[in-house]
């Protein structure tokens, strides 16, 4: 039995050190500056919601994966309770329009944009939120 616990106590203080040891101020000052461009890369984004029709967990899915897809967005969180779509987004790479676009095109409807009605009837059944 003490030998057991000698034998973790020796091989946990070795993974605490081992794990301590990767410290240096070389890789300090390289974090720094990744830390400042990260920061400042941040910065530059805007959250936004869009209003995004949708019913169920498949759209919830197909709603933040589409947004993602765009490029610029950082961020896409649909709240099916209230139908809004929260992102995080790069106004230089992407516009809130080009989103809803993006949205509109696998068959979401967007306050400035509806799916037409050839994709919106290829959505499966659990995912109709016209009446």
């Not at 759209?59 to 709240?79: F, P």
């Not at 106004?91 to 993006?102: L, M, N, R, V």
Request: charged content about 25%; aromatic content about 6%; overall charge negative.
């Amino acid at each position: 039995m003490r030998k057991t616990a000698l034998i973790t106590l020796v091989l946990s203080s070795l993974l605490f050190f081992g794990c301590n040891t990767g410290t240096s101020e070389k890789n300090n000052s390289g974090s720094k500056s990744e830390n400042m461009e990260s920061s400042t890369q941040h910065n530059q984004e805007v959250h936004a919601m869009i209003n995004v029709s949708g019913s169920c967990e498949m759209c919830k899915d197909r709603i933040e994966k589409t947004a993602l897809e765009v490029q610029g967005v950082t961020l896409a969180s649909w709240e099916m309770d209230n139908q809004t779509l929260h992102l995080h987004y790069n106004p230089e790479k992407t516009t809130e329009d080009e989103i809803s676009k993006a949205l509109a095109a696998v068959g979401h409807d967007t306050d400035k944009y509806k799916a037409d009605q050839a994709t919106y009837d290829a959505l499966p059944s659990c995912c109709k939120y016209r009446e």
